[in-house]
């Protein structure tokens, strides 16, 4: 095989290929290569994205003229991460909007674009995504790589139980197991009903593998025991997810794990920088997420000054596309938060990895009374209490110039059952659980069974009043409209 099996600009796999079923790696010589070796093919790699993207479109060569960068001055990594200006979620909408509908960082024409997906748009401009024929063999090939990684192979049922629509996702897993020579199993979500059904197919085809978000896994799993079946004898070996944090949130976690008696992977990065598991892990740890750095590349970044933190310490990645030509992202903010590590890894690839996985969104932390709280942290909490019910609602409101912090929670059919003082006791225990992580006073509310609906999609558990009480004030002062 080629130097780097075949790692060329543009890629070309041959779709063909597929490693011994014994085999650990997909790319034996590329997942296992000398980090320092691996790099300098990087920055080759880099220089070459980056002139295809400055010939190739509006958006990156003006962008970077005005930056002072041009791809020739990348010779180190160094060099690309300190000239090159990052891009944001708001540079891309920006682009959309003055180039519809694709924006001008799309860099081949528009007759080539195979695929559209993007944003759902429920508030502001949707961004649209547009995927060539050859990025779709791309993604695919990428995924069917790190799904084998996992343990996947030919033959296994890969059970894809997310929306399939606009959402990235569930579109991954699909043309992954496809390129992989799995059975691939598109079920979908988000139909009334689907959710018995899934239970039932389950039950009745006993698939190897499945990818969901963690809150639906955990509502299947719901399900399954209200139908008189256990999700432990779906017979599923190994469960990825994306679309939310959970499968790396130890309560969640736990949960799963407990539930379906399956290995649980968390995979994730941004519809944007598709294939969506650009980070995962491997057969032999399933804990935390490696950065498959010849695949996107990923730094973790300070937040404010988007310069690379040190290993062991948190920021939020930077991806950079190396295997797209499409609509390239290089050097997209993802806005979430992570800690990464370069140490040696059981499964023998020479990656970095996210040890504890994805945090959540920088822009989902709360401030409370001058703390930073992430809502991760109070599911992580929840999830490890034995009463917990599966569902929750995190309410910060103010009252006068005081934030206050209320968790609303359900707990279980049992519990319920047994009084008023079971419940108070429970109540105590969420208060002490969560004021113990977050070194806060927190009101709590204990809910009954099935308060709250459950989702096939991503769960939304917060509910910040301090905009209302904000926009009250605002009206009250004189002059006010």
């Known amino acids: 095989m080629a130097e780097m099996e075949s790692w060329s600009w543009p890629p070309r796999y041959d779709n063909a290929y597929c490693p011994a079923p014994s085999s650990r790696y997909w790319f034996p010589v590329r997942e296992t290569m000398d980090a320092g070796e691996r790099d300098a093919a990087i920055v080759q790699r880099l220089r070459e994205v980056c002139d295809y993207a400055y010939r190739s479109c509006d958006f990156y060569r003006h962008k970077w003229d005005e930056a002072g960068f041009h791809p020739s001055q990348v010779k180190s990594l160094e060099d690309f991460e300190r000239h090159c200006p990052v891009v944001t979620k708001a540079d891309l909408r920006a682009a959309q909007h003055r180039a519809p509908p694709f924006g001008d960082y799309l860099c081949i024409p528009d007759i080539e674009v195979f695929h559209i997906h993007g944003t759902s748009g429920t508030t502001g401009r949707p961004t649209a995504f547009a995927i060539g024929r050859d990025d779709w063999n ?8 790190i799904m084998w ?14 929306i399939f629509s606009l959402y990235m996702g569930s579109w991954g897993a699909l043309s992954g197991a496809e390129r992989l020579g799995a059975k691939a199993f598109p079920f979908g979500a988000g139909a009334p009903g689907m959710s018995q059904r899934a239970v039932q197919w389950l039950a009745m085809m006993k698939p190897k593998a499945f990818y969901g ?14 139908e008189g079946l256990s999700p432990a004898d779906f017979g599923l070996e190994r469960m990825f997810f994306s679309g939310e ?11 799963i794990i407990s539930a379906y008696q399956a290995q649980v992977f968390d ?22 997420m490696l950065c498959w750095q010849d695949v996107c590349y990923t730094e973790v970044c300070d937040p404010k000054t988007f310069e690379r933190v040190p290993y062991g310490q948190r920021g939020t990645p930077v991806y950079t596309h190396l295997e797209r030509t499409s609509q390239p992202m290089i050097r997209l903010v993802s806005g979430d938060l992570a800690l990464w590590t370069n140490d040696k890894t059981a499964c023998g690839r020479t990656y970095p990895s996210l040890p504890q996985g994805i945090f959540g969104r920088i822009d989902d932390m709360l401030t409370i009374r001058g703390e930073n709280v992430y809502p991760s942290e109070i599911d992580a909490v929840l999830s490890r209490l034995p009463d917990y019910g599966g569902e929750h609602r995190i309410i910060v409101s103010r009252d006068g110039l005081m934030d206050e912090l209320l968790v609303r929670v359900e707990t279980t059919a049992e519990l319920s059952a047994q009084g008023v003082q079971a419940m108070q006791a429970f109540r105590d225990q969420v208060a002490n659980s969560v004021r113990t992580m977050l070194g806060l006073r927190t009101l709590v509310e204990v809910m009954v069974p099935g308060t709250y609906p459950r989702t096939d999609f991503k769960a939304r558990r917060v509910i910040d009043d301090r905009e209302v009480f904000k926009e009250m004030a605002r009206r009250l002062q004189p002059g006010a409209a």
């Open 138 to 145: 791309h993604i695919a090939n990428a995924h069917a790589r």
């Open 149 to 162: 990684g996992m343990g996947i192979r030919p033959g296994d049922i890969v059970f894809v139980a997310a």
């Open 213 to 226: 978000t963690p809150s639906y896994a955990l509502y299947l799993a719901e399900t399954a025991v209200k």
């Open 245 to 255: 944090p959970g499968a790396s949130v130890p309560g969640v976690r736990d949960r």
């Open 267 to 288: 995979c994730g990065s941004m519809a944007e920088m598709s294939p969506f598991m650009n980070v995962a892990a491997s057969a032999e740890s399933s804990l935390g």
